[in-house]
């Protein structure tokens, strides 16, 4: 099964800056016939899809409260994701993770091919 493992959370003051990073493995196929996206759980909250990203790079989406502030991209030769963070804002605080997705509709969803791990914690505070 896939497995992913999230990385470059930390601890930034408001308007900062992040990159996480996913790395992929356990593939049955080609990395870049995965769709895959980035979600993240609050304190207190579900887990939510916040940024996808299609086989080709074709197609990306973005849930409306990280629109304009984050850029998802991918590596597939190095089998990676990526998630550049600008702007952040103390309700972007939360465990974030990857997954693979189906894209559709305007939106994205988990699809349930991986696991989840343990993600990686991005706090926004002063």
């Known amino acids: 099964q896939v497995q992913f493992v999230e990385s470059g959370g930390g601890f930034v003051q408001p308007g900062g800056s992040l990159r996480l990073s996913c790395a992929a493995s356990g593939l049955r196929t080609n990395y870049d016939h995965y769709a895959i996206g980035w979600f993240r759980q609050a304190p207190g909250k579900e887990r939510e899809a916040i940024s996808c990203i299609s086989t080709g790079s074709f197609s990306t989406y973005y849930t409306g409260s990280v629109k304009g502030r984050f850029t998802i991209s991918r590596d597939n030769a190095l089998k990676s994701m990526y998630l550049q963070m600008n702007s952040l804002k103390p309700e972007d605080t939360a465990v974030y993770y990857c997954?693979?997705?189906?894209?559709?509709?305007?939106?994205?969803?988990?699809?349930?091919?991986?696991?989840w791990g343990n993600g990686t914690l991005v706090t926004v505070s002063s």
């Open positions: 997954a693979t997705v189906n894209m559709g509709g305007g939106k994205c969803y988990y699809n349930g091919m991986n696991n």
